[in-house]
Structure formats: C-alpha cells, structure tokens
C-alpha cells in the first residue's frame, strides 16, 4: 500500500515540475526595438507521461445518454485499462433495480445484460468511484447516464374498423401505429420485400392478393388487386412479428373483422315514376360497390313505351360504382320511358346482384301551358297581403314570363314583385292591393319553354280584395312609457276596421314593470271601449284610464287591451310609468349617472336618494344628487350592460317619483349615430397561450406555455402577486380530460405539460 502511494506521489510531483518549466519558458522579455529579426520562440519542452498506474477512465458505455432502446438491450461499460472485475460489478447502480448477468468480453469490456428491461421505463445508470483497476487505482469520479426504453408498440387505429359490414369491393385496409414502422424516406412509398419499407406481416382470411404501401411513417395502406369477395366475412390479423423502426415489437397480435356486401343498387336518378324530367337529362344508377363496366353496360337499355331503344353512351364514375347513360338525342316531350337492367348485371368480382332484373319508370316534361291561377278567377274578399300565383307546367324559360303577364286594375300597382320557381313552375306576384278592389291577371300568348316551345293562347282570372284586417295597438313603438301626475291618464291608440276593445289596468310592482316579458298585477280597473273608425282606414282614438278622465297616483301600472275581432300576435300590453319627477340614465360597466328634474318646471331636484335596482328589485347601488340634481354612483364590475337596471326616486303612490331604465332608449342608442357598441365588459387579464409544436400523436406529451397581463386601460400591467390561472384541455369530441391549477411565476408566466392518453381519438383539440 506505501509503495502503491509512494508511486504515485513522484508521477505527481514530475508533471507539476514539468508545468512549471514550461511555463516560465513562455513568461514574455522586453526588449529594445532592434533591426535584426525577432529570433523564433522556443519549442515547448515535452511532458513525458511516467509509467506506472493511473485513475482508469470509460472511453464509452452504451445505450448512449438519452437514447431510447427496446427492453432487451444490454449495458456495455468500456474502460481504458484492465479492470478489478468486482470492484466494478459492485460500484455499478440500475435505477429503477433490476436483476442481470455481468459477463467480461476482456479485461477493460463489461456486458451487462438486465433480465428484463420494462418498457416506456427510464433507466439511469451509475458507476460509482469505487470502481478500480487491476492496478487497485480507483476512478477519478463517478460515471451518470440515462437512457430509456421503448413504449410497446401498438396498433391504435384499423379502418374499417372491427365489426364494419356492407363494405364495398375496392374498400383499403388502413393500419396506424403508435409509432414508427418505416424510416422516413418510405412515406408513399409501395411496400416492398427485402427493402427498408418492407410491407406489414398481415394475415387476411379467405386469402386475397394485394398491395401495401406506407402513407406515411405509422400509417399503412393495403388495397386488394380485384377486391374482397361480395358478401363475405374477412379476418386480418397484424402478426407479433411487426418491429418498429427502434426495434419495438408488437407484443400481441392485432386482430379484427368486417364484411362486404352483397353488390345492389343504392340509387336510380330519375327515381321511379318522376314527372316533369329534362328532354336532355340522363340517367344515373348507383351501386354500392364498383361494377364490371362492360357487362353491367351492356345490361342497361332505356326504352320508350313503344318499346323503341334509346341511343346514348355510358360512362362510368368512383370507380366504376356509378353508371351514368347520357342520351345522344334529347328526348321527347310528354312521354314515359323505362330504365331496364339486365339480370347479367354484376360486381368487379363477378357477383350477380341482390336482385337482378330491375327497372324503373319516369315522364319528361309536357308541353307548356298554364295549370291554374291563384285566387281563382270570380274570387271574392282576397286578403291584400295574399299573393297571386301563377303555376305552369313544362320546361318554362323565366325571361319570356315577365313580359308576357300583365295586371290590371283601375288604379296603378304599387311595388310590384315576381319571382318564378323553377322547381315547382309557379310564378308569384306581390304589389300592395288595395282593399275592396278587383284586380286581373292576364297570361299572354308567348310564354315559351327552353326548347323552343310556346303558349299559343292567352288566359286571365280576375279576383276581389276584401276589407284590410282589424288591428288595434298603442300608438308608440315602446313597451313602455311614462305620464304625468298632473295630468289626465290617457292613451292614444291606432285603431282600423274595429268595433269594441276589452281594457283592463293593475298595478305592477318594481320588479315586473322593469322585467321585459309581459306580466301583470293586481286589478285597477276593466272597461270596454267602442270605436267606428272609417271603413279601411286607421284613426286615432283617445283612451282614458280613469273612468272620470282625470290623473292617476304615481306608480307602476300595466294596460292590457285584447279584441276578439283581432287575430293574435299584436302587442296586447303597454307598461306605465306615472311620475312627476324626470330621470335621465346613463349606466357604464363600473359607474352610473343619473340626473333628476322636476317633470313640470325643467329644475334639477338636489338632496335626492336616487337607488339602481336591477329586474329581480335587487338594490345595486344608490347615490343622492348633488346641486345640479346629478348623481354619479359607483358600481360593482358589471359583464353583461344588455341585463336592465332602473333608476328610481321616492315611491310609488307618493309625491316626488320618477323612474328611468336601461330599456329606454329609442333615437339615442349609440347605432343611432352610427357608433359601434361592444356590450360586454372588457376583460380584465388577457392571456397569450402557446404550445411547442402544433401536430401530436396519442400518448405523446404536450408541453404548453403561457403569459398573462391584466388590461388597465389598454395599458398591461403584472398581475397580481398570487394570482392562479386554471389550464384545461378537451379532446376531439369536446370531453374534459385534463386540469390543472398553475401559479405565475413573477413575470406573470406559466407553463405544464399534459400527456395524452393512449387511445386519444385522433381530431383537433383545445387547451
């Protein structure tokens, strides 16, 4: 041992003398400017390495730090000199543990092998300083790296899935996999024996011929050369043998089943009995798996009722699934012809048809001519707002109507509207009619079809309107308005083509005179009024809401109105306000200002308890007018400037009370001068989020960073020391599956990550 140290020290003592030499040989010399050259520098002097034992060092170790290995690789530890074999198996640590056997290549290479290696597990390996050499000397410092083992490889997605049935005969096989099958070089790429983009170990029952290509890395194609046999029941299994590109096996086999159909048509165009078809339309037959072209063409025939054949060619679309007759002369007008298909129709993989034999019926378009008119012709007591119709049959050209139908009647038509509707042929006409008038629609000859063909003769249906419909409503477009105390209560009302209205009047509290939707309370009075306004037009009626005539108590009141000689749907109700006090409101998302006048005199009303409530009579806030009679009112932060809140002074039935809410503000709404309005509050923190790549895959991890700012009038400020942001991420089909409360950091920062789960459904997800 003291000639192991002794040794030791000396080799020691010689590399600092050599150091030093060396050193002091470089120190730099001044010297005066001269004309002879500068002489070279001198060679450093050689540092001869003494013999004898050194600290020994690994030259390398495998898997290398941070690579990722299948769960049977070994741990290979290389050093620079022979080595104390068991000094070394004991200064070696596995974490997580695991069992294994150390084999020595030589005396400077050990090979260890670990028993079982758990997957998507990460390993970190140590080699401790007490790892010595043959020589006793042990390492200078500890060896660290970590590497990590293979997440088991597995098939996450088949299409069609297990079970599918009524496939087609041209349906591919899609195959996706968790993770890497191919290098990348092999995206699109057929798949191919003995090649880097080998193809895929598949087993398919019954047996079929096919081909396989990689979409891309994890995503494998197989498509059958002739297609799956009609009505049959395939088995495919991806065999344990599938290795990824980092060597991951599959550790169980992927199995799943579908079925294919039995070849049918799915569709005919023209369906079956149709009227009214195109002299140039074809036919389209639908099938739900691809065809032979040239036997199921063969097996098509359009024939007359005459039986006569029609000429025209066939092609065919999405692969042969789609057969298309396109007639090589237009057919002919008024007549019914028969599809036929043959029973020698049949599938690409030569099956018959579900039911062989098929045919159908349809009837081109007639000539054209008018069918009817709507009113009818003689038709009394026509609505005005009803319009007239016209409906024809053919093939109608829209250009040649307008010109060719004409109205009259002894006074000018107003605003006059048409339109044709192709599809059904009919022609509507809308003016503004007058009541009790007769009006006439003419057709004239000339009207043609898009073939040429025309209405050789003119028809007209002449029609009355009857009286305009009775109609009663407030002579004001607000739900809602205020009267003066002073006054006599009454209410002007438009009234037409009515006798007799049914009144009733009740008191409203606070609460349901500033809700929206019509309520009522208790009864104040009931009446009936009677009216002869001039036959067809409207007049102005004055309704009092007192039986003597005269004011009302101030308060909130509702009057109600209905007629049986009215149909349903007008305003019925009218909320009133009776104040003898003015309110003005204007309401922020943070502050209210209210300003209260006296309603006879204009004068501001100072010293006055103004309270805000919203439509459940909660009290929000409350302020008292200053000498001017305003009042500025602090509030709460409100989100929602849409929800109603009132301002109100004194109380109902008392003197001193008026009333003013957010609903009222026709004429001086900010769009009333041209002026954009973002009813909602602005928000009080904004939020930059990102995440460190845009494209994932299932099992992946997610890492996402964040920034958040709080908007004091658009300046961004840190927010708040403590403040905690809530991070939640929902998938493909809108489900929660992760969330998490962060903290920010002093910059106002946050960052996690989310990893997603194995089977995660494959879409655009948000966090």
Not at 667 to 695: C, G, K, Q, Y
Not at 711 to 736: G, I, K
Request: charged content about 20%; overall charge negative; aromatic content about 8%.
């Amino acid at each position: 041992m003291h000639k192991k140290l002794s040794h030791t020290f000396v080799w020691l003592v010689i590399i600092l003398v050599a150091l030093i030499a060396a050193g002091c040989e470089q120190l730099p010399t001044v010297k005066l400017p001269t004309e002879e050259p500068t002489p070279a520098p001198p060679t450093p002097t050689a540092v001869v390495m003494p013999e004898g034992p050194y600290p020994p060092a690994v030259v390398s170790y495998t898997p290398l730090s941070g690579e990722e290995v299948t769960t049977d690789a070994e741990i290979v530890l290389q050093f620079d000199q022979p080595m104390d074999r068991d000094s070394v198996m004991q200064a070696l640590r596995i974490s997580p543990e695991v069992e294994g056997e150390g084999e020595w290549q030589d005396s400077r290479t050990l090979v260890y092998q670990p028993k079982a290696l758990a997957s998507a597990t990460r390993y970190r390996v140590l080699v401790e300083p007490s790892a010595a050499s043959e020589e006793g000397v042990p390492l200078s410092s500890e060896l660290a790296f970590a590497f990590s083992t293979l997440s088991p490889l597995d098939v996450t997605r088949v299409d069609p899935p297990d079970g599918a049935v009524d496939l087609r005969a041209d349906t591919p096989l899609f195959i996706t996999f968790n993770r890497a099958m191919v290098p990348l070089n092999c995206t699109g790429q057929p798949a191919q024996e003995n090649s880097p983009c080998a193809p895929l170990p598949l087993s398919i029952e019954p047996q079929v011929l096919g081909n396989g290509e990689w979409i891309n890395t994890s995503l494998y194609r197989f498509t059958p050369l002739t297609g799956w046999g009609a009505g049959r029941a395939y088995d495919v299994t991806v065999e344990p043998s599938a290795t990824s590109v980092g060597g991951a096996p599959l550790a169980v086999a992927k199995t799943w089943d579908f079925s294919t159909a039995q070849p049918r048509i799915v569709e005919v165009s023209p369906q079956n009995g149709a009227k009214g078809i195109r002299l140039d339309e074809g036919v389209r037959i639908t099938f739900n798996t691809p065809m032979d072209s040239e036997v199921t063409g063969g097996a098509f025939t359009l024939v007359t009722d005459e039986g006569l054949p029609v000429p025209g060619a066939i092609t065919w679309l999405d692969n042969n699934a789609v057969l298309i007759f396109t007639p090589t002369q237009q057919l002919a007008l008024g007549t019914r012809y028969t599809i036929r298909l043959g029973e020698r129709a049949r599938a690409v993989t030569s099956a018959p048809l579900e039911t062989p034999g098929a045919w159908w019926t349809f009837t081109t378009v007639p000539y054209p001519s008018v069918v009817s008119f709507t009113p009818f012709a003689g038709a009394e007591g026509i609505g005005v707002n009803e319009p007239a119709r016209v409906t024809f049959e053919g093939a109608i050209d829209p250009q040649t109507i307008d010109e060719h139908v004409e109205i009259a009647a002894d006074e000018e038509i107003d605003d006059l509207y048409t339109y044709f509707d192709q599809q059904t042929g009919v022609y509507r006409l809308s003016w503004n009619k007058k009541p009790q008038t007769e009006y006439c629609i003419g057709v004239e000859a000339g009207i043609a079809d898009i073939y040429g063909n025309t209405i050789d003769e003119g028809e007209v249906a002449c029609f009355t309107t009857g009286d305009l419909p009775p109609f009663i409503g407030a002579a004001t477009s607000m739900d809602a308005v205020t009267l003066d105390a002073a006054e006599p209560a009454e209410i002007y009302f438009l009234v037409r083509n009515l006798t007799g209205a049914s009144f009733s009047l009740s008191e409203l509290s606070e609460a349901n005179f500033i809700k929206a939707w019509e309520t009522s309370g208790a009864a104040v009075r009931d009446w009936t009024e009677r009216f002869d306004p001039p036959d067809n037009a409207a007049e102005v009626a004055q309704v009092a809401l007192t039986r003597g005539g005269g004011p009302l108590p101030t308060g909130y009141y509702a009057l109600e109105w209905e007629s049986n000689e009215v149909q349903q749907g007008w305003q019925r109700q009218l909320k009133i306000a009776v104040i003898d006090r003015h309110v003005t409101l204007k309401l922020a998302a943070e502050e209210a200002l209210v300003w209260v006048t006296d309603l006879r005199t204009g004068q501001p009303v100072t010293r006055t308890a103004v309270q805000l409530t919203d439509e459940e009579d909660v009290l929000l806030a409350a302020g008292t007018t200053d000498m001017e009679g305003l009042a500025r009112i602090p509030l709460s932060r409100r989100e929602n400037l849409w929800e109603r809140v009132a301002a109100v002074v004194g109380e109902p039935g008392s003197p001193g009370f008026g009333v003013a809410f957010t609903g009222w503000n026709a004429d001086v709404s900010p769009w009333d001068f041209d002026i954009t309005l973002d009813p909602s509050a602005a928000p009080e923190n904004n939020i930059a989020l990102s995440t460190d790549r845009p494209l994932y895959r299932p099992g992946q991890r997610v890492k996402f960073k964040g920034i958040l700012r709080q908007d004091e009038d658009v300046q961004y400020a840190l927010p708040e020391p403590d403040t905690q942001v809530t991070v939640s991420a929902r998938d493909a089909r809108w489900t929660e599956f992760y969330s998490e409360t962060l903290p920010l950091s002093e910059m106002g920062a946050f960052d996690g990550d989310i990893e997603l789960p194995e089977d995660a459904p494959i879409g655009r997800y948000a966090l």
